[in-house]
């Protein structure tokens, strides 16, 4: 339940260091495999916490491991206001130079205000050459939706760390 992690967020690193710690035994150098796995999906728990519309609501994580793929999917609820812009976000991560973006985004969250810098996700794609897919479903009512974030890397790119 986000408002349970929130006040505690290290909770947060708490459940990504368990979502790691099983599969990372699979790879050649499990500590290594445990800190990116953990580190991917802290970042993923983390920003469905913070941007779910209802911090009474329950948020999803799974990771997942499909022969030389291995996933990680976060599930919230969130308002329209958000996925637009998540959306308008994820265009600039697709348009736009990686390093160039980081380095701008640590500038204008030096001088910003803002809970919502958007390095993680930047250093997610970048650092580890993962792949992020975002789907959103519109709710019936209250002008809500489900967004779905996934991050996937493949088993050799985990190894090679």
């Not at 997610?124 to 996937?152: H, M, P």
């Amino acid at each position: 339940v986000p408002l349970e992690l929130i006040s505690h967020w290290k909770k947060c690193s708490l459940v990504a260091d368990f979502f790691a710690n099983y599969p990372s035994y699979n790879f050649a150098s499990p500590k290594k495999a445990m800190s990116v796995l953990s580190t991917i999906t802290n970042e993923l728990l983390e920003n469905a916490i913070k941007f779910t519309s209802d911090k009474n609501k329950l948020v999803s994580i799974s990771l997942r491991r499909y022969n030389d793929i291995i996933s990680i999917e976060t599930t919230n609820m969130s308002t329209s206001a958000h996925v637009d812009n998540l959306k308008k976000y994820i265009k600039i991560i697709e348009t736009e130079d990686l390093e160039e973006l980081f380095i701008n985004t640590i500038e204008k969250a030096a001088s910003d205000d803002s809970e919502s810098s958007g390095l993680g996700l930047i250093s997610i794609i970048k650092d580890y050459d993962a792949k992020l897919g975002i789907k959103t479903e519109e709710k019936i009512r209250d002008n809500l939706y489900d967004v779905f974030v996934q991050v996937s890397l493949t088993a050799s790119q985990l190894d090679s760390f």
